[in-house]
C-alpha cells in the first residue's frame, strides 16, 4: 500500500511539471487567437468581485527598457498596486535583485499593458500558482521583447507570497506575463528557474478566494475570473 501511494504521489507532481512546462511556456494549441479578444468565463463572479471584462486581445509592440530606465529602478524598491475586479493587489518588488525585471513591470504599468488583462491559468496541484499578465487571455501574449533570468533560486524554491516571471523554454523569453505563489513550490531549475522579483504585500486573501475556487470548464483558467483593471507602480528611494 505504501509504495502504492508513493507511486500516485510522483504521478501528480510529475504531472504538474509537465502541465507547467507547457502553461509557463504560454504554448497551448486550445488557446484562442492571440489577435481577437478573449470573453471572461461563463462564471459567476466570486464574493467581493465585479464581473472580469473581456480581455482586449491584444499585444505590444514595444521595446525593452533601456538603460536609463534600468538604472532608475537600480537597488531601490518598487511598490506596485494590481486594481483587480476583486480588489487591490499590491506588490513589492525589488530593483536591487532583478533590476531589469522590475524595470519592464514599471514600464508596462505605465503603458497601460495590462488594463483588463485576465490571469489566465491557475494551478493547484504539484504546485501553486495563479499566472497572469497576458492581454490576450489565451497564454501566448507578450509585450514585443524578452530578456533574461534573474534572481531565479538555485534551490527552485518559491515561498508563498512569491511573484516571479513566466517565460518559455529560452531563457532570454522573460517578458509581461508573471505569476504568484499562493502556496510554498518547488520548480524545476532546468534551464535556469524562473526570475523572482517580488513579494506580496497584501491582498493575498484575494488570491486565496480565486486558488479555492478551482479552475474553470477548460480546466486551465480559474473558475472565479479575475482581471488586473490598471496596474500602478511607485519607486521608493
Not at 48 to 65: D, H, I, K, N, Y
Not at 80 to 94: E, K, Q, S
Request: net charge negative; hydrophobic share 35%.
Amino acid at each position: 500500500m505504501q509504495v502504492g501511494a508513493i507511486v500516485a504521489t510522483l504521478l501528480v507532481v510529475i504531472g504538474a511539471f509537465v502541465w507547467l512546462s507547457g502553461a509557463f511556456r504560454g504554448e497551448d494549441a486550445e488557446s484562442a487567437n492571440p489577435s481577437s479578444p478573449t470573453s471572461p468565463p461563463s462564471a459567476q463572479a466570486a464574493d467581493g468581485c465585479t464581473p472580469a471584462p473581456a480581455a482586449p486581445g491584444t499585444e505590444g509592440e514595444l521595446s525593452a527598457p533601456d538603460a536609463d530606465e534600468i538604472a532608475a529602478v537600480s537597488g531601490k524598491t518598487v511598490v506596485a498596486t494590481l486594481d483587480t475586479n476583486c480588489g487591490a493587489i499590491r506588490l513589492t518588488l525589488d530593483g536591487a535583485k532583478a533590476p531589469k525585471t522590475v524595470a519592464s513591470f514599471v514600464q508596462l504599468s505605465q503603458l497601460g499593458y495590462w488594463k483588463n488583462a485576465p490571469c489566465h491559468r491557475l494551478v493547484t496541484r504539484g504546485i501553486f500558482v495563479l499566472q497572469c499578465g497576458d492581454p490576450t487571455g489565451s497564454g501566448n501574449g507578450n509585450p514585443g521583447y524578452g530578456y533574461g533570468i534573474e534572481n531565479a533560486p538555485a534551490d527552485g524554491k518559491y515561498p508563498r507570497g512569491t511573484v516571479a516571471m513566466a517565460r518559455t523554454n529560452d531563457p532570454n523569453s522573460n517578458g509581461g506575463q508573471y505569476f504568484i505563489v499562493f502556496k510554498d513550490t518547488e520548480l524545476p531549475t532546468d534551464g535556469g528557474g524562473y526570475s523572482i522579483f517580488g513579494t506580496v504585500s497584501s491582498g493575498m486573501d484575494i488570491v486565496d478566494k480565486i486558488a479555492a475556487g478551482g479552475n474553470g470548464a477548460d480546466g486551465v483558467a480559474p473558475a472565479l475570473p479575475i482581471s488586473t483593471l490598471t496596474v500602478t507602480t511607485e519607486t521608493k528611494g
